[in-house]
């Protein structure tokens, strides 16, 4: 069992910049990938960046390239992801999540456990 906390979410005026965290309990977290997920309203669960927790290789969606960057601190169990540049369009729900390492990471498929997100709302 995977336990996933997001927290760091909040209203941010256009242009600013928020940090999000992710705490992470249950288990070891080497061979696991994770990232991040957005949903909007109406919209389906986005992704938004993932790492892997061994070799802390990131991955961007095409939402986050050039303004977000995601990182880990395994001594810690922490991950994070770092918002630049923040549009309108960048709110939602931010969702943690964690996988068993495979091919692919851009996929909702691709996780076994999420949190229970956490508000990014940004105001124009």
């Known amino acids: 069992q995977v336990t996933l906390v997001e927290s760091g979410g909040g209203l941010v005026q256009a242009g600013g910049s928020l940090s999000l965290s992710c705490a992470a309990s249950?288990?070891?977290?080497?061979?696991?990938?994770m990232g991040w997920f957005r949903q909007a309203p109406g919209k389906e669960r986005e992704f938004v960046a993932a790492i892997s927790w061994s070799y802390g290789s990131p991955y961007y969606g095409d939402s986050a390239k050039g303004r977000f960057t995601i990182a880990r601190d395994n001594a810690k169990n922490m991950m994070y992801l770092q918002m630049n540049r923040l549009k309108p369009e960048d709110t939602a729900v931010y969702y943690c999540a964690a996988g068993v390492q495979g091919n692919t990471v851009v996929g909702v498929s691709d996780y076994d456990y999420w949190g229970q997100g956490t508000q990014v709302t940004v105001s124009s």
């Open positions: 249950g288990r070891t977290f080497s061979s696991y990938v």
